[in-house]
């Protein structure tokens, strides 16, 4: 008689499947895989080969970072690679980045990792934060999550802190990368709904108080006023993990003060 093996690859797959929101029948067909055999790698009755993990993991559209986990729990050896932005082989994304961030001004723009920690800013940007955070304590590399929630970050001066507090959150869940919000971006929404102030419902993924088609944010401080929305831009067809997951933000502004407005 066949037995079950403690096969964790199998268990992640199930995982994913369901975070998805899949049958096995489904899955197996949009991976033209037999259902049954999936039913016994799932189980951990049948070990699944390198492309076979691959191919489930294309069809349940895993980010990089979590093929990489799959293949290894599956005892095979990493695919992707993380590549450092400053190294030579990510020139190219890295120039590409920096143009869009030049031709923006002089609006601001902001280059962000996964876990919405900014890696790069264009001068209009960095003057925008300089500004804001005249006299506020360094707390190193920014967050602009945590930013945005710290009373001793940007949260005094975003004038419509109601709607943006809650659509920012549900930006975290919407824009994870593969839809999935990881450990640290848990414990980060954790930190930040902590905040004093923030109301309980709040914490809800769902929640929200308004169906709008954007939701500007408004920063003033000592006269200056400005309302912003931004666009996201992620890289096409990526194959590293940073690659993958690195967000462009560009801010443009919601009315003509705004768009007179010069940071630099």
Request: aromatic share 6%; net charge neutral; charged share 25%.
């Amino acid at each position: 008689m066949a037995t079950t093996t403690n096969r964790p690859v199998g268990r992640m797959l199930a995982q994913w499947r369901q975070t998805r929101r899949l049958s096995q029948l489904a899955l197996a067909t949009n991976a033209r895989v037999s259902a049954r055999h999936l039913s016994f790698v799932e189980s951990g009755r049948a070990a699944p080969s390198r492309d076979m993990i691959i191919t489930l993991a294309d069809a349940l559209d895993v980010p990089l970072r979590d093929r990489n986990h799959l293949l290894l729990a599956g005892g095979f050896a990493p695919l992707y690679r993380e590549t450092s932005l400053a190294d030579p082989a990510m020139t190219p994304v890295r120039e590409a980045l920096e143009r869009v961030l030049r031709h923006h001004e002089p609006y601001p723009g902001v280059v962000m990792d996964r876990h919405w920690n900014v890696l790069a800013t264009n001068d209009s940007a960095t003057a925008m934060f300089e500004f804001l955070l005249r006299g506020q304590p360094d707390t190193g590399a920014p967050n602009v999550v945590r930013l945005m929630f710290t009373v001793d970050g940007l949260r005094p001066y975003v004038r419509n802190f109601d709607e943006v507090g809650p659509a920012l959150i549900q930006r975290v869940h919407r824009e994870a990368v593969g839809g999935t919000v990881d450990e640290r971006t848990d414990a980060l929404l954790a930190e930040v709904l902590g905040q004093p102030g923030i109301p309980p419902e709040w914490r809800r993924p769902d929640h929200t108080a308004a169906i709008v088609p954007v939701v500007p944010v408004r920063f003033a401080r000592d006269g200056v006023a400005v309302s912003y929305f931004s666009m996201v831009t992620t890289v096409g067809t990526p194959q590293d993990i940073t690659a993958q997951e690195i967000r462009l933000e560009c801010f443009f502004p919601t009315d003509d003060a705004s768009a007179r407005h010069r940071w630099v």
